[in-house]
């Protein structure tokens, strides 16, 4: 089974996202924080990261950087629901050895798993 680790400092957001995950077939939990991410990513070991870019204290670009020299392994996902931060996303993922998948918020829960299962698929 793969692992999903969500992360989104809205509780809501990130519970519903790893129900879905859940729901779909996949080992799902939830982080609310890039700090308490890490903590679960390291014991966790997820296939597949999907985190906030905004959130307080360590953004979630700080933890894709974090998760990308920890576990070289594990897929990435960002979400943001400010364009704004579409730019640094972009100059972000060019710095990685991998590909980086990007999803505005809101996003339909079929596009979220298409959009994971390529990801993981390239692993």
Do not use: W
Not at 11 to 29: E, H, M, P, Q, Y
Not at 78 to 87: D, E, S
Not at 100 to 120: D, F, N
Request: aromatic residues 4%.
């Amino acid at each position: 089974m793969q692992r999903v680790l969500v992360v989104d400092d809205d509780r809501l957001v990130a519970d519903t996202l790893s129900l879905i995950f859940a729901k779909s077939g996949f080992d799902a939990r939830a982080s609310y924080s890039a700090e308490e991410a890490l903590e679960c990513a390291r014991e966790f070991s997820p296939d597949l990261l999907l985190c906030d870019v905004t959130m307080p204290g360590r953004d979630g670009l700080a933890l894709v950087s974090d998760i990308n020299r920890e576990l070289p392994s594990c897929r990435i996902i960002v979400l943001t629901a400010f364009h704004a931060n579409i730019k640094n996303v972009h100059e972000q993922a060019s710095k990685l050895a991998r590909p980086l998948g990007l999803l505005t918020k809101p996003c339909q829960p079929s596009e979220l798993l298409r959009e994971a299962a390529a990801m993981l698929a390239t692993a």
